[in-house]
């Protein structure tokens, strides 16, 4: 069974319409012409930059960090530079992590803090 937004008509050699809509007719002695739409595709528009964002351990926007970056090494510079100026810290315990922007405006984790 063909779809219902295809249409077709059948004629015979003096081009008389013998039928036309949605029957169809198998006779070898007609010409059957069968007209199928073109689907119309909308055009997507362009995938949005990737951005990227510091988030805490709970892996929320970052209570101070909380911008958009471009990069990921433009957050992760960022995120080192104001974790070394914290008293205390330890460089290899960093308790930031960086998530990524998805096309469909959510969040993917790309480093997790503390890791």
Same mark, same amino acid.
């Given at each position: 069974?063909?779809?219902p937004?295809?249409?077709a008509e059948?004629?015979h050699r003096?081009?008389l319409?013998?039928? /036309?809509g $949605?029957?169809?007719?198998?006779l070898d ?5 069968? *007209?199928?739409p *073109?689907p119309?595709?909308?055009? *997507?528009?362009p995938? $949005?930059?990737r951005q ?5 351990? /709970?892996?929320?926007?970052?209570p ?8 990921l +090494?433009?957050a992760?510079t960022?995120?080192l530079?104001?974790?070394? +100026? /914290? $008293?205390g810290t330890?460089p ?8 990524? *922007?998805?096309g469909?405006?959510?969040w993917?984790?790309?480093?997790h $803090?503390?890791g």
């Amino acid at each position: 069974m063909r779809p219902p937004s295809v249409t077709a008509e059948c004629r015979h050699r003096d081009n008389l319409v013998l039928a /036309q809509g $949605p029957e169809w007719l198998q006779l070898d002695e007609y010409v059957v012409t069968v *007209s199928i739409p *073109s689907p119309v595709v909308p055009r *997507s528009a362009p995938a $949005p930059a990737r951005q990227y964002r510091l988030v805490d351990q /709970q892996g929320e926007p970052h209570p101070v960090l909380d911008d958009l970056y471009e990069t990921l +090494e433009a957050a992760w510079t960022d995120a080192l530079a104001w974790w070394q +100026e /914290q $008293p205390g810290t330890v460089p290899d315990a960093m308790a930031i992590g960086v998530e990524v *922007s998805t096309g469909c405006g959510d969040w993917r984790t790309l480093r997790h $803090p503390g890791g």
